[in-house]
C-alpha cells in the first residue's frame, strides 16, 4: 500500500503511523498534519526517518496524492475537542464537514483504492444512563453538540461519496480513546498531568455520566482489520462494552499517583453534555475476528505512569488549549 495517514501527528493518527511502520515496513507512509495547537509533530519522531512528512490542510491534498502515488487514505484529521466546539464551532465545521468533503473530491480525482474515515460514537447522541441498549450501525443519528453534528456531517459526506461517485469507503465509529501521547486536554491526561502537579482534578457536576473506553492500540488494531478484512461501503463498530464515568476515571489516576481524593473538584457541566455512549461492535467481532486485548484499568495505570514519567513530552503543551474546563459557569 502507499497510505495517506491524515491528522498523523494527532493521538490516534500518530498511534497508527507507528504501527503500521513497524507492522508493514513494505508499504510507504506519508503522514499529513494541519500541526494545530493539538497536533505535535515530536509523537512521530521514532519513526521520522521511515514516513513522509508533509504540513498541510486536508482542504489541500490532492496534490500530496499524486506526488506520492497514493492508493490508501486513512482519515483521523478532525478537530475533535467538545469542549472547544462549545465556544468556537465554526472551525469544527470546516475541518470535520467541509475539509473532510475536499479530502473525499481529492481521492475521487485521484482514483484512491480506499478512503477510511475514523468516526465517533458520539454521532448518536446520548443514551440514558440505564437504558439497556447500545447504539449499533443502523441507530439514527442524532447529534447533540457542533462537535457530534460536525463528524456526523463529515461521515454523511463519505456515504455520498460511496453511493454517489462509487468512492471505495469504509466508516469506524470507535470508543473514547485513551493511551500514550495524548494531548493533555482531554480527561485523562488532564486529570493526570494536574494530579502530577498537585493541582485540582476538575470533574464535571454530572460525575456519574458515563462513557465506553478502548485503548488506543486498540483502535489501531481495530482500523487494521477492516482495511484488509471490511467491507467497501460497510460501517464498523469498534467498542469494548467496558464503560467509566469521570470521576471513576479520577479515582483510578489518584489511586495509582497515591494522591487523596480531595484534588477533585467539581466544575459546572459544559453546555449539551451527553450522559452515555456504548457501542454495539459485535460486528466487526463476528465479520473480521478483531477483539480488545488490553484491559481497562491496566491500560489505564500504564498509560498514568507513562505520563508520569514523560514530562518532558507534555509540560511544553500546557496552555496550548484555548479551552478552560472550570470556566462554564462565566458562560451565557
Known amino acids: 500500500m502507499r497510505l495517506l495517514v491524515t491528522g498523523a501527528a494527532g493521538f490516534i493518527g500518530s498511534h497508527f503511523v507507528r504501527h503500521w511502520v513497524h507492522e508493514h515496513p513494505e508499504d510507504g507512509v506519508v503522514a499529513l498534519d494541519a500541526l494545530t495547537y493539538a497536533g505535535t509533530e515530536s509523537n512521530l519522531t521514532d519513526v521520522r526517518e521511515r514516513i513522509t512528512f508533509v504540513h498541510a ?91 457530534n453534528a460536525s463528524k456526523a456531517g463529515g461521515d454523511h459526506a463519505v456515504r455520498s461519496y460511496y453511493e454517489t461517485f462509487g468512492l471505495p469507503v469504509t466508516i469506524t465509529n470507535c470508543a473514547n480513546n485513551y493511551g500514550s501521547h495524548q494531548f493533555p486536554e482531554k480527561v485523562l491526561p488532564l486529570f493526570t498531568t494536574h494530579a502530577l502537579d498537585r493541582r485540582p482534578l476538575p470533574v464535571y457536576a454530572s460525575k456519574d455520566n458515563r462513557r465506553e473506553w478502548i485503548h488506543v492500540l486498540d483502535h489501531v488494531r481495530a482500523i487494521e482489520a477492516v482495511l484488509y478484512r471490511g467491507r467497501i461501503g460497510e460501517t464498523y463498530h469498534v467498542g469494548t462494552g467496558v464503560e467509566a464515568s469521570v470521576e471513576e476515571i479520577a479515582n483510578l489516576v489518584l489511586d495509582e499517583l497515591d494522591l487523596p481524593a480531595s484534588l477533585k473538584q467539581e466544575v459546572p457541566d459544559r453546555p449539551g453534555h451527553d450522559r452515555r455512549y456504548l457501542l454495539d461492535s459485535a460486528k466487526i467481532r463476528r465479520e473480521l475476528g478483531w477483539e480488545p486485548v488490553v484491559e481497562f484499568e491496566t491500560g489505564v495505570r500504564d498509560t498514568v505512569r507513562w505520563y508520569a514519567d514523560n514530562r518532558d513530552w507534555w509540560e511544553p503543551l500546557l496552555g496550548r488549549s484555548p479551552v478552560t474546563e472550570v470556566a462554564w459557569a462565566h458562560k451565557s
Open 57 to 147: 490542510d486536508i482542504a489541500d491534498a490532492e496534490q500530496v496524492l499524486r506526488d506520492h502515488g497514493i492508493n490508501t487514505i486513512v482519515n483521523f484529521a478532525a478537530e475533535s475537542h467538545n469542549s472547544l466546539a462549545v465556544l468556537d464551532p465554526g472551525r469544527f465545521f470546516r475541518t470535520n464537514v467541509l475539509g473532510t468533503q475536499a479530502l473525499l473530491e481529492a481521492a475521487r480525482r485521484v482514483g484512491v483504492e480506499r478512503f477510511h474515515h475514523i468516526s465517533t460514537c458520539e454521532v448518536y447522541g446520548d443514551l440514558a444512563l440505564d437504558a439497556e441498549q447500545a447504539f449499533t450501525e443502523e441507530s439514527p443519528y442524532r447529534p447533540r453538540t457542533p462537535y
